[in-house]
């Protein structure tokens, strides 16, 4: 099957510490994986790289018919690959400036050319499928935690990105809000989005997950589905991972 | 003394023509040095640094004489340029060097997750500066871009060695003309006080409007 997002020979330095270590994944359309590893292994590198938060040395990530090179990337490529992913923040990051509703529409308007009846009436379907239909008026400093990520995932749904990427999502979150961001998600993913997510929720990458990808040192160690990863791990250096946080 | 108020009073509308056009003038270019400096324009943010270094490291009179009374002499185009102009282009000139770096340090202050968010969802630099950036920004640097206000109404009287009659410069024609020296800097300084004061009260309101962003 080809594949709808095809990343090859990934590379991020800082210096002269090399982050990541070519990294090549293919996703499906459709396809829910999980990043799973130790901390400091480069899987927030990864997922920010996919955004050109971080700009990668080499290698290249393709979005359905969107090529960008690592090598050549213009400032027109990473805008192009940007409007095609939707990312979703460990810290939300919410537009401190801007209500819930307006951080929701603000990709919508100043982005994608909506006008701003399109984008209002948007935005509080959105509002309502996240459970805030009734906080649309309020600033992120307002609101919890877990309606502060709900918004954050809000926001990036409605791009209606090819890609949603979530850099540990509920890292963040106070354990009383864990519960509503993860679900949450599940229904994002149930709805067949592709998207890629990196978390240490190992029983929520189980459950969500159609693969599960295990990182260290830069590299993939080894992918497989769920039931393979957490039941039947080839490698020593996953299982021995899967013992320290199961 | 009371006859002075009101000759005083007729000249608080250029005192406050001169402080108004400074602020607004001065404050647009601040911005846009600020932004010069923060995302590194090559070439130009070194002159801007110049800049301000300059208008930063030299007394405001020094300022204001090298443009009336020196520039003129330089430039032919400049030759009629009168001390209102003078002292306006002057104030601009030196209080957006200060404002360019109270900007400057509030566009600092902002998260860097607020860039990463707004990149995120694909906006060029310049939407992220001006939609997310700087509004966040401006909340932060409005108390010192007050106090800066207020030294600029302060700082028109300096308009008067450039030899304009504003309400400083009345007072001292005031004074020489009735001898009431004590008087008549009395009343002007009550007047000062009085316009910086309710600018003050003003600005209280200000602050609380683009607080409520932040407010729980």
Same mark, same amino acid.
């Given at each position: 099957m080809s594949c709808q997002i095809d990343i090859k020979g990934l590379v991020k330095r800082f210096g002269d510490n090399t982050v990541l270590n070519g990294i090549d994944l293919c996703l499906q359309p459709g396809e829910r994986m999980a990043i799973i590893g130790p901390s400091g292994t480069g899987k927030s590198t990864l997922l920010r790289c996919l955004n050109y938060l971080d700009r990668p040395e080499e290698g290249r990530i393709t979005i359905g018919d969107l090529t960008v090179d690592a090598e050549n990337a213009q400032k027109s490529d990473i805008l192009a690959l940007r409007r095609r992913t939707g990312f979703v923040f460990q810290n939300y990051a919410l537009f401190a400036n801007k209500t819930a509703r307006a951080n929701i529409m603000e990709g919508l308007t100043t982005v994608r050319g909506w006008s701003k009846a399109q984008a209002t009436e948007r935005a509080d379907q959105i509002l309502s499928q996240i459970g805030l239909g009734d906080r &649309?008026?309020?600033?992120?400093?307002?609101?919890?935690g877990g309606q502060q990520q709900r918004v954050g995932i809000g926001r990036a749904m409605a791009l209606d990105a090819e890609l949603l990427l979530f850099d540990e999502p509920t890292s963040a979150l106070d354990p009383e809000w864990v519960g509503e961001v993860l679900d949450l998600i599940r229904r994002v993913a149930d709805g067949r989005q592709t998207m890629l997510i990196v978390t240490h929720e190992m029983q929520f990458a189980r459950e969500i997950a159609d693969r599960i990808v295990f990182m260290e040192g830069g590299r993939i160690v080894e992918q497989g589905p769920p039931s393979q990863i957490f &039941?039947?791990?080839?490698?020593d250096r996953t299982r021995a991972f899967l013992r320290r946080v199961g | 003394m009371l006859d002075l108020i009101p000759v005083i009073a007729s000249y608080v509308p250029l005192t406050l023509f001169m402080a108004i056009m400074s602020m607004i003038a001065g404050l647009a270019l601040a911005a846009v040095m600020a932004v010069i400096r923060v995302i590194k324009v090559p070439y130009l943010h070194r002159i801007v640094a110049v800049f301000i270094s300059f208008f930063r490291g030299t007394p405001l009179l020094v300022q204001l004489f090298l443009f009336y009374f020196g520039l003129p002499q330089l430039v032919?185009? !400049?030759?009629? !340029?009168d001390g209102v102009s003078a002292a306006i282009i002057g104030l601009t000139l030196h209080f957006s060097a200060y404002m360019a770096e109270s900007i400057r340090g509030a566009i600092l202050g902002v998260d860097r997750s607020q860039w990463e968010a707004a990149a995120s969802v694909g906006m060029t630099q310049k939407q992220v500066l001006t939609r997310i950036i700087l509004p966040q920004a401006a909340r932060t640097a409005a108390p010192t871009l007050m106090n800066y206000f207020i030294d600029i109404i302060k700082s028109t009287s300096l308009a008067f060695t450039l030899g304009v009659t504003e309400m400083m410069g009345a007072a001292q024609k005031e004074a020489s003309s009735t001898f009431l020296y004590p008087e008549a800097f009395l009343v002007v300084a009550v007047f000062y006080w009085v316009i910086v004061e309710t600018l003050s009260a003003g600005q209280r309101r200000l602050e609380h409007r683009l607080g409520k962003a932040v407010s729980r």
């Open positions: &649309g008026d309020s600033y992120p400093a307002a609101m919890s &039941g039947n791990a080839q490698d | 032919s185009g !400049l030759q009629n !340029l």
